[in-house]
């Protein structure tokens, strides 16, 4: 079955994540170290409650503040937040090829992204119908539920749906719950695979 809706994982697909990137530029924004603020944002567990829901995009900033005593505007944190992010430009071309499709953006990721992504990462957020983020979900990838959710959104079956991710355990997870699913290879490669379901 040819698919008919496309879901494409965020960091490390569409975008490459550089997280020593934010971890540097809060550090640098806090007056702190970056292995400081990995400590309080990603070893303390506070990064994967947000990705799992646990706080809106102002409770999170809320937290950043008193976690890591930032003290600039909203403004400056979303651009920081969000520049970990950097679209890849060849993953986008071949996200295009599909947009006569419904396609979604599904991630492991926090309000506080989500919210800033609009106006942060506009060439991404034009490009997908829906924002299947973890953080509106309630679970992360490879549950069962987040792809639920995510297909949910998109109002299909996973017979119907394409996915591509980095991870091979959320690829294997997508396929064992039906869904036609690749390990991510490179935007060149990933147009190729598109080409050839959307002709197939």
């Not at 991710?165 to 490179?186: H, I, K, Q, S």
Request: proline share 4%; hydrophobic share 45%.
């Amino acid at each position: 079955m040819r698919p008919r809706v496309f879901l494409f994982d965020l960091g490390g697909v569409v975008c490459r994540f550089h997280r020593e990137r934010r971890l540097e530029r809060l550090g640098t924004a806090c007056g702190l170290p970056a292995h400081r603020v990995e400590e309080e944002l990603y070893s303390a567990g506070p990064i994967s409650a947000w990705d799992r829901g646990e706080g809106s995009a102002d409770a999170v900033e809320g937290e950043i503040r008193r976690r890591l005593g930032f003290a600039g505007t909203s403004e400056e944190l979303r651009r920081i937040w969000c520049g970990a992010f950097e679209p890849d430009p060849e993953v986008l071309a071949a996200v295009d090829l599909v947009r006569a499709h419904p396609t979604a953006l599904f991630t492991d990721n926090d309000a506080l992204l989500r919210a800033g992504l609009p106006d942060r990462l506009p060439e991404v957020d034009a490009r997908f119908d829906v924002l299947a983020f973890s953080c509106v979900l309630g679970a992360v990838k490879p549950a069962e539920r987040a792809f639920a959710g995510a297909l949910g959104m998109l109002g299909a079956t996973a017979d119907e749906a394409f996915f591509v991710d980095d991870r091979e355990a959320n690829v294997r997870a997508a396929r064992e719950l039906g869904l036609t699913a690749v390990l991510f290879e490179g935007g060149a490669a990933l147009g190729r695979t598109l080409e050839r379901l959307l002709t197939g």
